[in-house]
């Protein structure tokens, strides 16, 4: 997992997680928002497919190809975006269908510095369990770290 990015459980039904960019928040919510930016960081440096209709009531779906060749597919739809500092979207991995959990992205901008919060809510206590032992952690450590670098380029 990427030095930078603090993974907490502040209820039995959610995970938190917390990373700081150096970038300006509207670029940060940029790079969350378009598949141009997503393909860049998202998969952990694999090659994903993106479908991103970026709008409340929205929804995306982004298969990410694995050097071993498997696919991971994830989709969900967006509840709430307001730009440039909060989404809150459903996440479900189609290998478990029907696990479900919501996540809320809240960014926040000091001295030019993005602080991305997100709080990932689960219907069970197990089944965030089951999400932390996963690997989910590592990969978004992973994930952010592309992010940061990428976001490099970018300003």
């Known amino acids: 997992m990427g030095d930078n990015l603090t ?14 960019f150096d970038a300006p928040r509207a670029l940060v919510f940029e790079a969350h928002a378009k598949c141009e930016h997503l393909k860049h960081w998202w998969g952990r440096g694999n090659p994903i497919d993106c479908e991103v ?25 967006y509840r709430e975006v307001r730009e440039p500092e909060r989404v809150v979207q459903t996440f479900e991995f189609e290998g478990m ?13 000091e001295g030019g510095r993005t602080t991305v919060t997100s709080v990932t809510r689960f219907d069970t206590e197990g089944e ?7 690997g989910m952690t590592e990969g978004a450590g992973q994930s952010y ?11």
């Open 7 to 20: 993974v907490t459980m502040p209820s039995d039904l959610e995970m938190k997680m917390v990373r700081v």
């Open 145 to 155: 770290d592309a992010l940061a670098a990428y976001l490099t380029k970018l300003s």
């Open 97 to 109: 269908p029907g696990q479900v959990c919501v996540e809320t992205l809240e960014l926040t901008e």
């Open 53 to 77: 209709d970026f709008r409340t009531g929205g929804s995306y779906r982004i298969v990410e190809h694995a050097p071993d060749g498997k696919q991971y597919v994830f989709r969900g739809e």
């Open 128 to 134: 965030r369990d089951g999400m932390m032992a996963s």
